[in-house]
């Protein structure tokens, strides 16, 4: 049976009904809703071709692209179901055939106690300058992180936020900040061109949806050293992984100079992993929080001692409110947010993880 408008947002409703957070849409093939980490065929007829068109004419606005749609490699986008939530998507071709990847984001805007963040997750957003990186990879709910903490600012701060995203993806409205979203595409040409401009725009506050390439770097280190406060993403699993590819970005003869600024300008960065809940109705982010202090810093110019930062993250606990990864899943299982399996399954080192249970975190 052919699938028709009506059912395509009955489907969306039943996602989010049920906590989805991706639906996998496939020619030839049932659908699936990615539940908790794990993909789910959906009890409805393999998709037609014809089907995923449709879809496709109702997710996308530009007329160009849509007459494009049998010879375009990949799309990006987004559009709102009015009252349910709002869709990033992505159309792709595989083997020749159409596919469409949809990730559904809720209209309501989280909160760092929602998403049972850390504590030092608010207190991070609250600094007045320098740059702030939530990192993670695709899926690890870095957008959900970030909207939790612009929306604290929103609540506190009378301040002029500027976000720069590819797709707008959770949209704010003004609480005591003003809020301008611009999305990629769509209100300007690129990260790089967005960026150039808002710096005259007179930001307190800059977004960056992802940290691409040396100008982006470069742009954004600019801002954080011209006294703003800088949030941007990058897909990296950790903070040692962040500072190496930022540094990597830029040619060799460069790089000295760009440890510096990142030294002086970085003011943190935050890691995560989603894990499953041990009720099971969800998942919860795990977060490494490296937040600099001076060891820190020394530890970014010499890149003989770049290692050194673990121990630093890990000394911070009690004081920055720093943490590692393994650090926060210990609180989590101790909490009982997650299960012994979830724990060990995804702790680096699980021999650590059962002695820090048995005799306490060592690093205390």
Known sequence: MALTKEAFVNLIKSASAAGVSDIHLRTDEKPCFRVRGDLVPVKLDPLTNDDLKLVCSMMIKDEEVLKKLDTIKEHDGSFSVPKICRVRYNVMRYQGKLGLILRLISDKIPTTEELKLPVVINKISEANAGLVLVTGATGSGKSSTLAAMINHINKISAVHILTLEDPVEYVHTPIKARITQREIGQDTADFASALRSALR????????????????????????ETGHLVFGTVHTTDALSTIGRLISMFPPEEQNVVRVRIADNLHA??????????????????????????????????????????????????????????????????????????????????EDFERNLMFGDQSE
Do not use: H, W
């Open 201 to 224: 725009q007179d930001p307190d506050i800059i977004l960056i949806g992802e940290m691409r390439d040396a100008e982006t770097i470069s742009i954004a280190l600019k801002a954080a």
């Open 269 to 350: 960065t935050v890691s995560q992993r989603l894990l499953k809940t041990s009720d099971g109705k969800g998942r919860i982010a795990a977060q490494e929080i490296m937040i600099n202090n001076p060891g820190i810093k020394e530890s970014i110019l010499d890149p003989v001692r770049t290692k050194e930062i673990y121990l630093y993250i890990e000394k911070g606990k009690n004081t920055t409110g720093a943490q590692s990864f393994d650090q926060a899943i210990t609180q989590l299982y101790k909490d009982g947010l997650i299960t012994m399996e979830e724990a060990k399954g995804n702790c680096t080192s699980p």
